[in-house]
């Protein structure tokens, strides 16, 4: 996770701290490429925290990150999730495009119905065009998204929560379990059958989606080589 601890945003299924970001650490894109060259990674999805108080919500950051990973590990793959750039989409896309990753994750999270309650500060419409249109600027790159179950959504908002990404470009999906961090942060209200989580995997088998990886225990960074792989992403 880049750009720092202290998320600019408060959602309350998530126990990443949030409050006043620090400055970027300039260092930091050449420092997670050593440690990435060290490690000998194949595969490394690199994520941050919402950074709403930079112009172009950190895409130059991720940017350099990449840049740094692939100077250091050519044979690295790529994956970021990223936040939704709230009213800094276009000029994020334009940053990301000049240097894309191998696999593109943002994630919807959630049903629309709950977002006031769970994402507060996001928009469904805003992040499922920010999929569809980062597929728009770099079509050879996948296109991925991750969602929870057990906020109390219905089966059929997640099936059309599905169709929506399908119908945004979108080849790659998570499904998994929410389990809340603690007490304080939104609690679970159902938890998912086994034999629900294999009816959304065929659905999304029969959708289109490239790799549908779906499990109480799966979450954005899952088996992601292997997803990715799967799916023909790299």
């Given at each position: 996770m880049i750009m720092g601890d202290k998320c600019t945003r408060r959602c309350p299924f998530c126990d990443v701290g949030h409050g006043r970001p620090d400055p970027l650490d300039p260092?930091?894109?050449?420092?997670?490429?050593?440690?990435?060259?060290?490690?000998?990674?194949?595969?490394?999805?690199?994520?941050?925290?919402?950074?709403?108080?930079?112009?172009?919500?950190?895409?130059?950051?991720?940017?350099?990150?990449?840049?740094?990973t692939r100077v250091a590990s050519p044979q690295t793959k790529i994956e970021v999730l990223v936040p939704d750039f709230r009213g800094r989409d276009d000029r994020a896309l334009d940053i990301l495009k000049a240097a894309p990753p191998d696999v593109m994750n943002h994630n919807l999270e959630?049903?629309?119905?709950?977002?006031?309650?769970?994402?507060?500060?996001?928009?469904?419409?805003?992040?499922?065009?920010?999929?569809?249109?980062?597929?728009?600027?770099?079509?050879?790159?996948?296109?991925?998204?991750?969602?929870?179950?057990?906020?109390?959504?219905?089966?059929?908002?997640?099936?059309?929560?599905m169709r929506d990404l399908r119908e945004h470009g979108v080849d790659m999906l998570t499904i998994g379990q929410y389990l809340a961090p603690s007490?304080?942060?939104?609690?679970?209200?159902?938890?998912?059958?086994?034999?629900?989580?294999?009816?959304?995997?065929?659905?999304?088998?029969?959708?289109?989606?490239?790799?549908?990886?779906?499990?109480?225990?799966?979450?954005?960074?899952?088996?992601?080589?292997r997803q990715a792989e799967q799916a023909g992403a790299v």
């Amino acid at each position: 996770m880049i750009m720092g601890d202290k998320c600019t945003r408060r959602c309350p299924f998530c126990d990443v701290g949030h409050g006043r970001p620090d400055p970027l650490d300039p260092e930091e894109p050449k420092n997670l490429a050593k440690t990435i060259g060290a490690l000998k990674l194949n595969y490394v999805v690199i994520t941050s925290v919402d950074r709403d108080d930079l112009k172009d919500g950190g895409a130059q950051h991720f940017v350099d990150c990449i840049r740094e990973t692939r100077v250091a590990s050519p044979q690295t793959k790529i994956e970021v999730l990223v936040p939704d750039f709230r009213g800094r989409d276009d000029r994020a896309l334009d940053i990301l495009k000049a240097a894309p990753p191998d696999v593109m994750n943002h994630n919807l999270e959630t049903v629309p119905r709950l977002y006031k309650e769970a994402r507060p500060g996001s928009d469904y419409a805003f992040s499922l065009n920010l999929l569809k249109k980062f597929k728009a600027a770099v079509p050879g790159v996948p296109t991925k998204s991750g969602l929870m179950v057990g906020l109390g959504e219905t089966d059929e908002e997640i099936l059309a929560v599905m169709r929506d990404l399908r119908e945004h470009g979108v080849d790659m999906l998570t499904i998994g379990q929410y389990l809340a961090p603690s007490g304080h942060h939104l609690p679970v209200r159902r938890y998912v059958h086994p034999d629900t989580f294999k009816m959304f995997e065929r659905e999304a088998a029969a959708m289109g989606f490239s790799h549908a990886a779906v499990g109480a225990l799966v979450r954005s960074s899952y088996h992601a080589d292997r997803q990715a792989e799967q799916a023909g992403a790299v």
